[in-house]
């Protein structure tokens, strides 16, 4: 049994199915990657997860640590230790880095605010820098919002693109905040169309069309990203010589 148990999920908006009978189990203490091509609803099946705004009408059930929480609000969820951070960071207008930290902090009084943002590489200069700030970049936000994921230690950590916008030396930061996310005792799945970030997790889905086509291993999901494609009957499937029939 999986920490997060997914069974026949489905979502359409306007009878177009985004999301098609998914079911899968993301165990606990590991780090799993969805990985697939763009539009194959990877960020709707994310935002199902969480219970986000306009994507809570979905067919299926959906288990938590052995519980549906299907009926559970965003902040219910998140309650119970689910969390998602999205490919780009949420704005808090009003809080300075240092504050946002200490804020969502699972131990406010024992929380290690410099030490956690020194891991992920920012600068004191950028401790009192409002959350929201202008002057902060893509990259800084993002390394923001991951130290603010490891003072929070939830259960689970749902990441949408975590190697967006970020530079190859803040992609190494990023990786070892996963690490230590998992050495917390926190459950990562990375949501991804990058195999460097692919090459992080232990266990992978490969998602396309709203399914789940091939799930095992990551150096076996791989092969996905090396022009190969597992037997489907999508119009689009490559041939033995990896050309689109376009049929």
């Not at 998914?22 to 935002?47: L, Q, R």
């Not at 960071?89 to 020194?118: W, Y």
């Not at 396309?208 to 999901?221: L, M, P, W, Y």
């Not at 092969?223 to 494609?229: E, I």
Request: charged share 25%; with cysteine; proline share 3%.
């Amino acid at each position: 049994m999986g920490l997060l148990e997914i069974k026949n999920l489905s979502f359409s908006v306007e009878d177009y199915n985004i999301l098609n009978d998914i079911s899968m189990d993301v165990w606990e203490g590991y780090i799993h990657a969805i990985v697939g091509p763009n539009g194959a609803g990877k960020s709707t099946f994310s935002a199902a997860v969480m219970g986000l705004e306009g994507f809570r009408n979905i067919e299926g059930e959906l288990y938590f640590d052995g519980e549906q929480i299907n009926e559970l609000s965003v902040d219910e969820r998140a309650r119970k230790g689910i969390t998602l951070a999205w490919q780009e960071p949420a704005r808090f207008e009003g809080l300075t880095v240092r504050q946002l930290i200490k804020t969502g902090a699972s131990s406010k009084q024992n929380c290690d605010t410099k030490g956690i943002l020194d891991s992920m590489g920012l600068a004191p200069s950028h401790y009192t820098n409002r959350a929201a700030d202008k002057t902060l970049s893509g990259g800084e936000r993002k390394k923001v919002e991951l130290a603010s994921i490891l003072a929070m230690k939830p259960r689970l950590v749902m990441l949408d693109e975590p190697d967006s916008g970020i530079d190859v030396e803040s992609l190494h930061r990023i990786k070892n905040a996963i690490t230590s996310l998992k050495e917390n005792g926190v459950t990562v799945l990375l949501i991804t169309h990058s195999m460097e970030v692919l090459s992080w997790a232990e266990h992978a889905f490969l998602m396309c069309c709203g399914k789940i086509v091939d799930k095992g291993k990551t150096e076996a999901v791989t092969q996905y990203f090396q022009g190969k494609c597992i037997p489907c009957d999508h119009k689009n499937r490559p041939n033995l010589n990896g050309d689109i029939l376009n049929e």
